[in-house]
């Protein structure tokens, strides 16, 4: 009988927390509400790169919450139903949808995550395990929050309310020098000129902003725009317009809404990818902002890409195919002509992705870097057969997902172009790639990782086997830094194992192979600094 009793009270505690959990889901009013101070990041864009985090705000302090432990001790799945609620500082409504999720500290994919869009404002995920979080949100229009949850041991909920703070939105004026609209004049120039019409859409322009005075030279991106900018511009004739209209029902006449985190005295600048076309200043709280562009500058700034495609004994190649594009966008391929000659113009200015593929034969992956208003001339690029190489990870975890790429060694065949890493997909343990002869480093990262080099000349038809070794967790910490930030790390051989532009505020985590290492810190403006970084067994830390 008793037995029946305990049987029939842990359904009533499932059912209960089930209806709180539906509830909830279903905008039932809370009753309290956390107010964690938002702090929002440098750049609120997406990386484009693979492992990098998403842009957040730095980590604020957490709410005063009060677990719920009463209740009849049944054994239930361990775990807290985790709830709460978003809402404005100032009441205005929310954004017509928002992101909120949940991650292990310092990780750049959530473990839970809601999507709430239309009059939805509340989220709720049961059963989640005991431990430390960072509760995540971002929505058009507000400043983004990072916020620290801890779940204790035994709580069956944990309500933690956001309260969010709208940001500084600045509307955006392009002007021509006769006084009409930019993108009025650069229209009725692709009408004349039709071979002006960029191939990867939109009109190339982006307005971007920094706390400091931005550069005559940015660093270069794969992007389809720079992530240099501690603000996200809303163009509205580009692709990222019809996902929120951040701004409102803004005039024909504007160029777009250029959303910052902070109302803080700034510099702008009107770019064509990391071409700086115009510049400008922000007053703290400025509500418009009107800049000149002149129409041809923009023209004088595309570019134009030339080569030949040759297989290894010099003969052209008609049946080829180049691809030039951005790491977010994707064109179709072009034939070569008859002699295996390519030319196209009116190209962004920037570092691009090259593909040139032909049957039977490839390249090695190459970006080419295209020099604003100018012809860049590659001149013969050789094609060759390709050959399979397999990979093998010898005692591979089960069930563990493994990373891995291969880095082209050899110098590129002219100094415009630079060698791209080919991804590599591993199931259990084990997987293919095509590569033309050459020397490569493979690299290998998960629950262990891996740094071999080698060559497909010398390596026959065995497969190419490695042993994964015992990795550490490198953390970065950019809180500090006063704007996009470079990190460059060298193993102790010179090999670079780590090159990017943080333009985020989050601390993220990297796993490294145990060992030293130098480690390059440049910010966008002013002196780099060198530092010797041990990252021993138990992993180490680095400050931006």
Not at 31 to 49: L, Y
Not at 153 to 167: F, P, T, Y
Not at 475 to 504: C, F, H, N, Q, Y
Request: aromatic share 6%; net charge negative.
């Amino acid at each position: 009988m008793n037995s029946r009793i305990w049987l029939l009270v842990a359904c009533l505690e499932a059912v209960a927390i089930a209806a709180l959990w539906f509830a909830l889901q279903h905008e039932v009013e809370p009753s309290a509400t956390a107010k964690p101070q938002a702090v929002a990041p440098m750049a609120a864009r997406d990386s484009g790169a693979a492992t990098a985090p998403e842009p957040m705000a730095t980590s604020a302090p957490g709410p005063a919450v009060e677990p719920r432990t009463e209740g009849v001790a049944v054994e239930l799945p361990a775990g807290a139903l985790v709830h709460g609620r978003l809402r404005t500082a100032d009441g205005s409504p929310l954004p017509s949808w928002a992101f909120v999720g949940l991650f292990a500290r310092g990780e750049s994919k959530s473990l839970y995550e809601s999507r709430l869009e239309n009059d939805r404002r509340t989220y709720a995920w049961p059963l989640v395990p005991p431990g430390d979080y960072e509760l995540r949100t971002r929505a058009d229009g507000v400043q983004p929050v990072a916020l620290p949850v801890v779940v204790p041991a035994g709580a069956a909920e944990l309500r933690v309310d956001v309260e969010l703070v709208s940001s500084w939105l600045v509307k955006v004026l392009l002007l021509a020098p006769d006084g009409r609209p930019f993108h009025e004049v650069q229209g009725e120039l692709v009408r004349q000129r039709p071979e002006l019409r960029l191939h990867l859409g939109g009109d190339g322009t982006q307005v971007l902003a920094l706390w400091h005075e931005v550069p005559a030279a940015l660093p270069l991106s794969d992007l389809r725009s720079s992530p240099m900018s501690v603000g996200t511009w809303r163009s509205s004739r580009g692709f990222d317009w019809p996902r929120g209209r951040v701004g409102g029902d803004l005039p024909e006449r504007y160029a777009g809404v250029l959303e910052l985190p902070e109302r803080r005295a700034a510099h702008v600048a009107v770019v064509l990818k990391e071409q700086v076309l115009a510049r400008g200043a922000l007053a703290p709280g400025q509500a418009e902002l009107e800049l000149t562009v002149d129409p041809a500058a923009w023209i004088g700034s595309l570019a134009t890409l030339r080569l030949q495609v040759v297989d290894q004994s010099g003969k052209p190649v008609p049946t080829a195919k180049i691809g030039v594009n951005d790491a977010q966008s994707w064109g179709q391929p072009r034939d070569v002509d008859g002699e295996g000659r390519f030319e196209q113009a009116h190209l962004l200015p920037g570092r691009f992705e090259l593909s040139v593929n032909a049957p039977g034969v490839a390249m090695v992956p190459y970006s080419v870097r295209l020099a604003p208003g100018a012809v860049t001339d590659l001149g013969q690029l050789v094609v060759q057969p390709q050959r399979t190489v397999t990979v093998v990870v010898r005692d591979a975890p089960e069930g563990e997902r493994l990373s891995a790429s291969v880095q082209p060694l050899d110098p590129a065949p002219h100094a415009e172009l630079a060698a791209r890493s080919l991804r590599l997909s591993l199931d259990r343990g084990k997987g293919t790639v095509g590569l033309v002869d050459g020397r490569y480093r493979l690299v290998v990262s998960g629950r262990g990782g891996a740094r071999v080099e080698f060559d497909t000349r010398t390596l026959g038809e065995a497969p190419l086997e490695v042993t994964l070794q015992p990795e550490a967790t490198l953390e970065i910490d950019p809180t500090a830094a006063a704007g996009p930030t470079r990190l460059l790390l060298r193993s102790a051989d010179g090999a670079v194992v780590l090159d990017r532009w943080v333009t985020w505020r989050t601390r993220w985590r990297q796993q490294l192979l145990p060992g030293t290492y130098s480690a390059t810190i440049q910010p966008l403006q002013g002196a780099a600094r060198e530092q010797l970084l041990v990252v021993g067994p138990e992993g180490g830390f680095v400050t931006l």
